[in-house]
């Protein structure tokens, strides 16, 4: 791929007919490629822009690191980011918008489907695959696993779920840390092709955030697009595309849960 062209992914305009001059930036973690990121979200923020008549970029990083520097520095307006995330950048001006409804976050380890490992002890002193240090399922809370049951790993960090995925059905790695939404991205193919060998405690799933600097009337029309989805059959293939279950309104005390889990593993 193009330098040009990853550069247009990484930040690419959608357009409604809008007074608005400034385009907001509407973050997404980079859990899986560039393309297949704005392949997924682009109904979505299409919909929002279109709905609101506002302009809005569709923007991801490289990697999860690059991502939380962004998160942390305010870059994004609109951003859908990992609870780790969102829990420790919150001071940034960042507050919860939605949540899905009725899904619990939780962490998988996933080994190839003939893989011979039947058990996390088989994993002893093996290269684990994780998306990036502060994926906070598919990494902090599957070592955090692997500590509670004092099994030694060495991590390998290869920027996305998707890039954890290949590593493993190619067999570079034995095992990697997932959650079941991008897994259920994978082709059926490569689906069949992992096996899940266990999951980790379950949490608040990630927000979709809105930053402080965006108007009150806009936030609450963003609001009403996103809750609204699942009336219409537009919507509801936007959240099945996406692997969603209908959002709902979120509070900042949702993800309690999380900073609980965060004070208790310091």
């Known amino acids: 791929m193009t330098k040009t062209l990853i550069c247009l992914l990484l ?3 959608i357009n409604a007919k809008s007074a608005e001059t400034v385009a907001l930036k509407f973050g997404i973690v980079p859990q899986q490629s560039a393309t297949q990121l704005l392949e997924l979200w682009a109904p979505l923020i299409q919909k929002m822009a279109s ?3 506002c302009k809005i970029d569709f923007q991801t990083a490289p990697d999860i690191s690059s991502f939380e520097n962004n998160v942390k520095a305010g870059l994004y307006d609109i951003v859908y980011l990992n609870p ?7 001071s940034v001006g960042y507050n919860a918008l939605v949540r899905e409804d009725g899904r619990r976050l939780k962490g998988l380890v996933v080994v190839k489907n003939d893989s011979p490992i039947k058990n996390l002890e088989d994993l002893k002193d093996q290269q684990i695959a994780f998306p ?3 994926s906070f399922a598919a990494t902090i809370l599957v070592q955090k696993l692997f500590e509670q049951k004092n099994i030694k790993i060495t991590p390998t960090f290869v920027k996305s779920h998707e890039s954890v995925y290949f590593n493993v059905i190619a067999g570079l790695m034995p095992a990697g840390g997932g959650i079941n939404r991008t897994m259920d991205n994978l082709s059926a193919e490569d689906r069949a092709k992992l096996r ?3 999951t980790t405690q379950e949490v608040t799933p990630h927000p979709i955030a809105i930053h402080n600097r965006v108007s009150s009337q806009l936030r609450s029309e963003f609001l009403k697009t996103l809750t609204s989805l699942k009336d219409s059959p537009l919507g509801k293939n936007i959240l099945e595309k996406l692997q969603l279950k209908p959002l709902v309104e979120a509070k900042n005390s949702d993800w309690d849960d999380v900073r609980k889990f965060m004070n208790d593993k310091r």
Request: proline letters at 5%; aromatic letters at 22%.
């Open 11 to 13: 930040c690419f305009s």
């Open 51 to 53: 709905d609101c008549k």
């Open 132 to 134: 990036g240090p502060t």
């Open 84 to 90: 780790f995330h969102f829990v420790n950048y919150q």
């Open 196 to 198: 899940i060998l266990t």
